[in-house]
């Protein structure tokens, strides 16, 4: 017989040993109580290499997945499997990190399975932060994502730290029982958390709830590293998609035109014809709602605006690190501020930040000497490139796109005559 985990270790220990319980332990007897203790503990060792040698393989698979919904679906099922858990929920930091969302649920016993590559999950994302900006302890998920702790729970039920009143009301509805919890975060190999593993109800060889152990929170943080990784490169890989998408879509519109008699004729009109197309190209682009222009893409088409999220989270680390001198972060934030650019770019509406941007940095590269002032002005520039990121692509509640172009681009250059 295998040993799963410690508590089943000592539990096959203690049913052995009762044999000789009131017995005297002569030679003969003591050899074999050894040999109870040390055959159980090889059991255990070995089941433990088992586990982490399935682990290794599951790692493997999960870096060959590049379809992000079936990743999700595979990374939740395979950590119910090897926790042997009846029921989980896998969350996803959303784009403004204020936000966890449900991504995949799955439950065994009701046979119950949302999100990835099954039914839309239509419940409301919990909120990482209160109405007043202070963290959200209330909710284990929100606080695992804010501070990168794990939590062992043997009984929901009878933990009064945290607000289960979701777990309780989802039990009511379906004559179901939370009992046992595991949380842990999902920290990508950037050390940035993107989100939640939470699994419910570890189950014994008897189908009946126990608490989950030390081992299973060590092999699932373990686990979920591995996944937020392969997470995060299906991401980059959408992205590099996306962009070889675009301009091979820019070539066959350039070769259209270029074949087109009516538009190279049009291209030929005199000088003030093409400026005032120009002057109503621009009227167009300042009435542009962020709805109507967010219209023309999909949920697939704008996964860069993760990598933005990413470049941010760099932004932040760095500003936060105490063991770097002034220069250095300035440095790498210009190489960050580079990558923004080219993200940017992505965009066709908005060349004229990215061109800011890109030649912001090089002249950060290129400056040799810097003041602390200088880390003030730039964490300036990102707090309204968040915000620009905000409420255009997430929000998407501003009536003209450029509302915050002059502002930036402004500040670009004032940081270059001397902030």
């Known amino acids: 017989m295998k040993i799963n985990n410690i508590d089943f270790l000592l539990k096959e220990l203690e049913q052995n040993l009762n044999f000789f319980e009131g017995q005297f332990l002569d030679r003969e007897n003591l050899d074999t109580v050894i040999n109870i203790v040390q055959t159980s503990i090889n059991h255990y060792n070995d089941s433990s290499k088992d586990k982490l040698k399935d682990i290794n393989k599951l790692n493997i698979a999960l870096s060959f997945e590049k379809d992000i919904k079936r990743l999700l679906d595979m990374i939740l099922y395979q950590a119910l499997e090897f926790t042997n858990s009846d029921a989980g929920t896998l969350y996803l930091k959303d784009t403004s990190n204020k936000k966890l969302l449900f991504t995949v649920i799955q439950n065994r016993s009701l046979h119950i399975r949302l999100g990835g590559l099954s039914e839309k999950i239509e419940w409301p994302p919990l909120n990482l932060f209160q109405e007043n900006s202070q963290a959200n302890t209330q909710m284990v998920a929100a606080l695992c994502a804010l501070t990168n702790r794990s939590f062992l729970i043997d009984d929901v039920y009878n933990y009064g730290s945290f607000n289960f009143t979701g777990a ?11 009992k046992s919890m595991l949380v842990v975060p999902m920290k990508n190999y950037k050390s940035h958390i993107i989100g939640v593993l939470q699994l419910i109800n570890k189950m014994d060889m008897d189908k009946n709830i126990i608490p989950f152990d030390t081992e299973d929170r060590d092999l699932t943080i373990s686990f979920a590293s591995s996944a937020a990784s392969a997470i995060t490169r299906a991401r980059q890989e959408k992205l590099l998609d996306y962009q070889d998408k675009k301009i091979q879509r820019q070539k066959e519109l350039l070769e259209d035109f270029l074949h087109n008699k009516d538009l190279r004729v049009e291209e030929n009109k005199t000088t003030e014809d093409k400026a005032v197309r120009k ?31 990413d470049l941010e989270n760099d932004w932040f680390d760095i500003l936060d690190r105490g063991d770097i001198s002034v220069e250095d972060k300035i440095e790498q934030i210009a190489k960050i501020i580079m990558k923004m650019s080219s993200t940017i770019k992505l965009f066709l509406e908005f060349e004229d930040i990215s061109s800011s941007l890109k030649t912001l940095s090089s002249y950060l590269i290129e400056k040799r000497s810097f003041e602390s002032d200088l880390l003030f002005a730039l964490d300036k520039i990102q707090e309204i490139l968040s915000q620009w990121k905000q409420t255009i692509f997430i929000e998407r509640s501003v009536d003209d796109i450029h509302y915050l172009d002059e502002e930036i681009i402004q500040r670009c250059s004032k940081i270059q005559i001397g902030y």
Not at 286 to 294: N, R
């Open 168 to 178: 309780k009301k989802f039990d009511a509805q379906n004559s179901y029982r939370t």
């Open 279 to 309: 002057e109503a190209i621009e009227d167009k682009k300042g009435i542009l709602s962020a709805v109507e222009y967010m219209s023309e893409f999909d949920d697939d088409t704008i996964e860069h605006i993760y990598e933005l999220e």
